[in-house]
Nanobody, 121 residues
């Protein structure tokens, strides 16, 4: 099994920044791709950003240019740097990991409990 633990969420004003972290532990060999999803009340789950084991990245159109995903394979940790935050970015952000590339409409094999991000106007 793989455990994913997120940290770094919180309350920030519009225009501010936050950095989320997700530390993976356990059977690390089971995972290759990692990423961040978000779930806001009344909205569909959205794949925000993902990164492969060789650092290829992909972003949702709504965050392109403002969010940056990165990973430190030595620490088994993935990060999400979020800049120019907007109130509509308010959601619970979950870390996900899988042996295969992450897909927007499919839950990954491994899923963190999430961290709340609240952006005030």
């Amino acid at each position: 099994q793989v455990q994913l633990v997120e940290s770094g969420g919180g309350l920030v004003q519009a225009g501010g920044s936050l950095r989320l972290s997700c530390a993976a532990s356990g059977d690390i060999y089971r995972i290759s791709a990692m990423g961040w999803y978000r779930q806001a009340p009344g909205k569909q789950r959205e794949l925000v950003a993902c990164i492969t084991s060789d650092a290829n990245t992909d972003y949702a159109d709504s965050v392109e240019g403002r969010f940056t995903i990165s990973r430190d394979n030595a620490k088994n940790t993935v990060y999400l740097q979020m800049n120019s935050l907007k109130p509509e970015n308010t959601a619970v952000y979950h870390c996900g990991a899988d042996a295969y590339p992450l897909a927007p409409r499919q839950l990954p094999d491994y899923w963190g409990q999430g961290t709340q991000v609240t952006v005030s106007s």
